[in-house]
């Protein structure tokens, strides 16, 4: 059955967790749709994003809530780069989120691999 409006799914959902209405948004939108998710669990967004706290991050960049899997994935020294010189043109809001976002950025960022350490190797090790 092919889904042509949120209304028909919402109808069915409602009521739900925000942690499943968070894996349902995923599943059927690809993505974090804060409406959706407040539709489905008859909170107010501010309850929602409390409640999804370390789930998904606000990504001030393009301006969309991010599944941690997407957010917390790729090139995290550039997205932290990107994001902090975001910080002085938010709200206070975004701001607050923003900086969640950041602290978990920073954790994210790989250790680095010492000169010492490194190994590289030219073909067949019995060359």
Same mark, same amino acid.
């Given at each position: 059955m092919q889904w042509q409006t949120k209304l028909p799914l919402i109808a069915i959902l409602r009521g739900i967790t925000p942690d499943e209405a968070l894996a349902s948004s @995923?599943?059927?939108?690809?993505?974090?749709d804060m409406d959706y998710i407040g539709q489905v669990t008859d909170l107010p967004e501010e309850a929602v994003i409390g409640a999804l706290r370390g789930e998904m991050f606000y990504n001030p960049v393009s301006g969309a809530w991010e599944h941690k899997g997407l957010f917390l994935a790729g090139n995290v020294i550039d997205k932290h780069r990107a994001i902090v010189?975001?910080?002085?043109? @938010?709200s206070d809001r975004e701001?607050?989120?923003t900086e969640i976002a950041v602290k978990a950025l920073e954790a994210a960022v790989p250790e680095a691999i010492p000169y010492e350490e490194l190994d590289i190797n030219m073909g067949e090790r019995w060359i």
């Open positions: @995923l599943n059927f939108y690809g993505r974090v010189s975001c910080l002085p043109d @938010l701001r607050e989120w």
